[in-house]
């Protein structure tokens, strides 16, 4: 008997589970898989409150202080938190801890919206350094130590940098010189790791965050370990950061209800990683280095590689470039998806990324292995390569108020904007890098920008379509 009467959230979760896939995106524990069985046949019971021996997470004294505790001597930080809603509250409440209203950070313009959010929220100023560009993969690359040297020298009353890193294609910003050099001038640097909680736990991953001098990062447990949707951490790395501030932000930032599932989650990752994670690891990557060599004989895919232009990647995520075939990134995620019933964690004009973690086998890689050598096959070559390169502003810019920006509610159509102010952050999701942020002016390129990849198939948040139609953008009208 069917119990449900109205339910199209769990009908859909129901047929998307139903279908026999190999998942190769986030939550990082696949379906359950990197999970222990008991935890798991425990987890919906574990969804409690703050009941006697449970702790209170705004106050913690007992059982999650001591797994908080834990949490820090895994990562070396000087304190370590839970969050239960995801990087993008440690972000808001590393952002609200270390600045006051008014005060500039040096920000990688590449950044999540998560972090433009923040600067809205909090009124701090953003001094945007710009990403650099590989034309030859299509791809941003963070920009280098000298662009954020400039960027300081230039507003040297900015108090800190935060800066992303890996990002969501795996690709690494050295951080050792930049933390020094900022300590040097008594900044602080703030790091959205939010992609890399897995590299404190292998020789064969990236330095983490924390070991290169970063004062304070966040990192989504929920995109590469075995961890609940929502689970994500803040460390603090030096005594730079009043942990009193932290602590008070986190609970400002956070629902008085947190999950207990979802902190449980955290407990049990961290456990699994500092037990395992070395192992585990060191065999993901053999498995994927095999596959990467087999993968580096196709002809019109390719595989981005695990350094480029002196920069690392991170190894567990594979990356492929589409832009030499006559294939999209859509096209081929579409493709891996009704052909061989593979999911791909993203895909954007010309790339699709895989999300590997402890919880895949040789047995997954190896039928996404030959998904690609397969498809590599049955697909022509590009004559032209198309640059997908994100046309960011360089103009002056400054985040509108909080009151102008929750007041802006005059929509436009795209075509007719250049000129006007943008209101929301107009994003292609994923990867979830704001083309254009609140507050920048609309040019002729970013229309034309955005035109390109929404044919190619990109989602694009912040763009809305009306009854005939029209992509609409919404622009801050300043005089309501
Ligand atoms: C670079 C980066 N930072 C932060 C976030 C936000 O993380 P969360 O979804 O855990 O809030 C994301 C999410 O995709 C991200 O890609």
Redo the contacts with the bound molecule.
Sequence with gaps: MNRYRNTPLINALKKYITGQRTIMH?PGHKQGKGFDPDFLSNAVRFDLTELNGLDNFHNPEGAILESMEALRKAYGAEKSYF?V???????HAGILACFNRGDKILVNRN?????INALILFGVEPVFVMPGYIDEYNLAVPPGIDEWKTALEQNPDAKGALV?T???YGICQPLSDLSNFLHEKGKLLLV????GAHFAFSDKLPETALEQGADLC?Q????TLPAF????VLHIGSKRIDPGKVSRAVSMITTTSPSYTIMASMDYARDFAVSSGTEVYGQLIDILDDAKKKLSKMQKLRVIPDSIEGLKRDPTRLVIDTSSSDISGYELYDRIFSEYRITAEMCDTCHVVFIHTMADTAGDISKLTHALLETDSSIGKSNSRASFRIPFSTGRYSIPELKYYLASTEEIPLEKAEGFTCADAVTPY????PVLCPGEAITAEHIRYLDKVKKYGADVHGLRKDRNGTGMIRVINTKT
């Design positions: 986030m969050l809603n995801g990087s993008s509250s440690g972000i950044c999540h919206i998560s972090v992303t890996p990002d969501y959205d790791e939010a992609h966040v989504s447990f929920h995109k949707t929502q689970a994500a994923p990867p979830g890098i």
